[in-house]
């Protein structure tokens, strides 16, 4: 179907009525009409007794012929030869109105046919004249104007014709109230439909109209319309702060930067280029929130640039797989990315530099990587993600302004005590964070506490275990000078018959004991206090080993510190 209903070189487009069937409704008999006017057709129902009130108006105000219409019956009148005969006298009753009013209907005609939903004059003369009477009270109460995408179609065909503002002579239909209106409006809302409207076949996707009759634009709203199509809008640039374009828009750069198409190389109107630049578009400047959700955007264009001054940015419900471009939005603060396709965050923190509240719910990430760098993230959604390991929220756990979290319904969820794991992984600052929308307990920081310790222990024994292994290097490496001092110590012999050479072993254990003796006395104690043996024990194995070092480790902790 094609969008234009209006005819060519500005004339009026072919208009007919035609009475289809009928259909019997309780105890009367209804007429289905269809009205066509150039591609655009729509079906009205109407009984007799309609039909009667309408032609008594005409007659009384247009002085129409009375016998026009066909009489009416009082027997028979359900009957189905009457009503098939009917159904053909009324349809040349409105054909022959139709003739009679060619360029603008009687307002009571205009309603009989539905003119004033779906005909380009009928449309404009009812805005007209509803703006006429509440024009100045919406103006002055600040309320959000709602109009559809069809009205404004015929408002911008009504301008394109260049016809009379007021073709019926009704001061009221004066096509300068809309212009008028408009022109002061601060707040709009353009709200059309996924389907067709009504009961036409107009898609309202489809139409394409003007916005530069709006001059004082400070917030507007726009729904299920053809991005494309939409002309004018930039001329909101110098006023526009909140813009709202959802179920309309195949990318970013339509809506913001629709002159683009027209030129090779472009750039924000003070940036500087190094490559040739054929445009130099003006920046949206005092545009602050932009919601860009529901739409099937792909890519965060460098059409980004165009707008500086963003601080609430929402792209949810699109098809974006990169986080990209975002550099060049310093007032970033708020930005939803949630139901998009996005699998990496890598580098995001180089993008996001001032990020409060992200939310990346809805997406297909199964590592945090790239969010440990985000120091100013205070609001955090990653729901419905498929995240499942908890090592992977330590990469969160360090950020210092974080204070709510949402992790439900990834796979990482469902492992036991899945909350008390999380909020361990955000150390002595378990207590000021929110999980999942639900406050943290006394029972659950009781129990981070407990997971703090183990992994404190673990890092502990951890430590240990390294600081093992590196006196142990160490004592290889000197066992040769260490050898010849510890074979003069005097052995405890294993057999009372017999002594026994002292082993490899056995002097690492010498030398490691000998190690403990001085790191004691460096601590402060005295030799004369706490002695400690300079003598070779034999350790029947590893373990034993370990644990006379772990003593003389606890030995010097419990020493007190020599003032």
Not at 110 to 133: C, D, K, V
Not at 148 to 177: S, W
Not at 452 to 463: D, F, L, R
Request: charged share 20%; glycine share 4%; net charge negative.
């Amino acid at each position: 179907m094609e969008a234009a209903a209006g005819g060519e070189d500005g004339e009026e487009p072919p208009r007919e009525a035609r009475v289809l069937g009928s259909e019997l409704v309780e105890t009367y008999t209804v007429y289905i009409i269809q009205v066509s006017v150039g591609n655009h057709q729509w079906t009205v129902k109407h009984r007799y007794s309609d039909f009667h009130d309408l032609h008594e108006k005409l007659v009384s105000e247009k002085k129409i012929d009375k016998n026009l219409l066909p009489p009416k019956k009082m027997i028979g009148k359900n009957s189905k030869s009457l009503v098939e005969k009917r159904q053909k006298e009324l349809e040349v009753y409105l054909q022959t109105l139709l003739i009679k009013f060619p360029v603008t209907a009687p307002k009571v005609l205009s309603h009989f046919l539905h003119f004033h939903l779906y005909e380009i004059n009928g449309i404009t003369a009812a805005l007209a004249e509803e703006l006429f009477h509440k024009g100045e009270q919406l103006l002055m109460a600040g309320e959000v104007f709602t109009i559809r995408p069809l009205q404004l179609y015929a408002v911008t065909q009504q301008l394109l014709q260049g016809k009379p503002t007021c073709a019926n002579g009704d001061a009221k239909t004066d096509l300068g109230h809309i212009l008028d209106f408009t022109c002061r409006l601060k707040y709009l809302k353009v709200t059309g439909t996924g389907g067709p409207f009504g009961t036409s076949n107009i898609q309202e996707h489809l139409l394409p109209f003007d916005l530069s009759i709006f001059k004082s634009l400070h917030q507007i709203e726009i729904n299920h319309c053809g991005g494309k199509l939409i002309k004018g809008l930039t001329s909101s640039k110098h006023a526009l702060a909140t813009m709202s374009v959802r179920f309309s828009a195949t990318s970013m750069k339509e809506i913001l930067v629709p002159e683009a198409s027209e030129f090779d190389q472009w750039e924000p109107e003070g940036a500087t280029s190094s490559c040739p630049v054929t445009a130099v578009i003006p920046t949206w400047r005092t545009l602050t929130t932009l919601d860009m959700s529901h739409n099937s955007i792909s890519q965060i264009d460098e059409s980004v640039k165009l707008i500086p001054k963003i601080e609430f940015l929402d792209l949810s419900h699109n098809g974006v797989s990169l986080v990209e471009n975002l550099q060049h939005l310093y007032n970033l603060v708020h930005l939803d990315l949630s139901y998009n396709k996005l699998t990496s965050l890598e580098g995001v923190h180089t993008k996001l530099g001032n990020i409060k509240t992200l939310n990346l719910a809805g997406n297909q990430l199964e590592t945090l990587c790239g969010l440990n760098k985000l120091y100013s993230l205070v609001n955090l959604d990653l729901s419905n993600n498929k995240i499942e390991q908890i090592d992977e929220v330590k990469n969160i756990g360090n950020l210092p302004c974080l204070e709510k979290v949402v992790l439900s319904s990834n796979p990482l969820s469902i492992i036991p005590d899945y909350r008390t794991k999380v909020l361990a992984q955000f150390g002595d600052r378990a207590s000021e964070v929110c999980l999942d929308n639900i406050v943290t307990t006394e029972k659950e920081l009781d129990t981070v506490e407990v997971l703090k310790a183990i992994q404190k222990a673990k890092e502990v024994k951890y430590k240990l275990s390294n600081s093992d292994k590196k006196i142990s290097e160490d004592s290889r490496l000197t066992a040769a000078s260490s050898k010849s001092n510890c074979s003069s110590l005097t052995v405890r012999p294993c057999s009372p018959s017999l002594p026994r050479p002292v082993s490899s072993s056995q002097e690492i254990i010498c030398e490691e004991t000998v190690l403990a003796s001085s790191f004691l006395q460096s601590s402060g104690s005295t030799p004369t206090d706490h002695t400690v043996p300079q003598r070779c024990f034999e350790i029947p194995d590893s373990r034993c080993k370990n644990q006379v070092i772990l003593l003389l480790v606890e030995w010097k902790n419990l020493l007190p510190v020599n003032r």
